[in-house]
């Protein structure tokens, strides 16, 4: 009988609607349930009554190298400066497998870009230049393939 493994989680990628899929990091990936109390004053009971509200989503956070003249993290951030004008998109984050198949996607409804933060820079350094990209978005849809 073949042993069953959790998935590992450091082969991913992200479809963004930019040019480079490979990211060192994303984090952000929950989703809440907001608890809605109420208590009529006839009830009999002194306790209140507990039920689903609304859905809260934490913003996302992207981390991939600096490469030289790619500005896409910077060019779709641009777009947030007109009031009620910011470019969305879909955005697909992808679990993969040993075959570079995807196995479990979560799928980001109507993402911007709310924060764009460039490397830190340090002249004793040995590291790589790292770009960070936060998203605000809509919803969260999950998918296991």
């Known amino acids: 009988m073949a042993t069953e493994y ?18 060192t990091e994303v ?4 989703s809440e349930t907001e608890v809605i109390e109420y ?9 209140k009554t507990r039920m689903p509200g609304m859905q809260k989503y934490s913003n996302i956070t992207l981390k991939r190298g600096t490469f030289a003249k790619d500005n896409e993290f910077f060019n779709w951030w641009k777009t947030t400066r007109i009031l009620g004008k910011a ?6 984050i992808s679990l993969l497998n040993e075959e570079h198949e995807p196995v479990f996607v979560w799928k980001l409804l109507d993402a911007f870009p709310t924060k764009v933060q460039a490397t830190d820079l340090k002249a ?22």
């Open 27 to 30: 984090s952000g990936l929950d």
């Open 87 to 92: 470019e969305r998109r879909t955005v697909l």
């Open 39 to 47: 208590r009529d004053g006839a009830s009999k009971s002194y306790s």
């Open 6 to 23: 959790p998935l590992p989680k450091f082969h991913f990628e992200l479809d963004w609607g930019g040019t480079r899929i490979g990211f």
């Open 124 to 145: 004793e350094g040995n590291e790589v230049a790292i770009e960070t990209l936060e998203l605000a978005h809509e919803g969260i849809e999950f998918e296991a393939k």
